[in-house]
């Protein structure tokens, strides 16, 4: 089984990357660290800095990833910036946010960087979705309360695990690091 390290600070994120890398037959190493984060505003620049800068550390095969929520009536807030408007105004802010707007479009991305030998790259995985009008129950994971897939009725809060993993940002972006891995 190949043998590739997970820089990450984020034990939701892992969680749901370990099975997706198993079904691959990778095993992930959790190393937890917080990924050096540049400001840009694309979450492919931000990942791909990461992992340049955890491989330089670290010299062992690695990812790194980014993630974002980007709100159309936001023009794309808060995007790269997901993280510190989670701390910041939260859930309960980004609903005041959207108050009265008309539409509840939004998307969630996330940028997988694998950082090894020869070559850094960087995969992205994009779902469409809509902001609920509240925040729902279930699993407590950062926006997942209040992110409703398309043609989906549940918030992926109130998914299982392996549901939001079958079609998910995340498992879409690292569906294309498996197979680029695959042809190494
Ligand atoms: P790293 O150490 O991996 O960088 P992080 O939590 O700082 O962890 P990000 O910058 O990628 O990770 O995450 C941006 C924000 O989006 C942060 O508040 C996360 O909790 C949240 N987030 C990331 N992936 C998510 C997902 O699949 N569902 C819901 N929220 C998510």
């Given amino acids: 089984m190949r043998e590739i ?3 990450s600070g984020n034990r939701h994120k892992v969680d749901e990357l370990m099975p997706l890398a198993k079904a691959h037959g990778i ?11 540049i400001q ?11 992992g340049i800068l955890a491989y330089a550390a670290l ?5 790194v990833e980014d993630t974002g929520i980007f709100i159309s009536a936001l023009k794309g807030f808060p995007g790269p910036y997901s993280a510190q408007a ?13 108050k009265g707007r008309k539409s509840r479009k939004a998307e969630f991305r996330t940028a997988i960087c694998y950082a090894g030998d020869e070559d850094t790259v960087v995969f992205e995985g994009v779902v469409h979705g809509t902001i609920a009008t509240r ?3 279930g699993r407590d994971f950062g926006y997942d309360p209040i992110f409703i897939p398309e043609g989906h009725t549940k918030a992926y809060s109130e998914m299982e695990l392996a549901e ?3 079609a998910s940002h995340r498992a879409a972006a690292f569906e294309k690091f498996a197979e680029y891995l695959s042809r190494k």
């Fill in 27 to 37: 095993r992930l190493k959790w190393i937890n660290y917080s990924k050096v984060e």
């Fill in 40 to 50: 840009a505003d694309g979450i492919s620049d931000i990942a791909r800095a990461g």
């Fill in 59 to 63: 010299g062992v095969p690695l990812i």
């Fill in 135 to 137: 925040i729902r129950g």
């Fill in 164 to 166: 939001k993993n079958s």
């Fill in 86 to 98: 989670y701390k910041t105004i939260g859930l309960e802010g980004i609903l005041t946010l959207l």
């Fill in 5 to 7: 390290s997970i820089v």
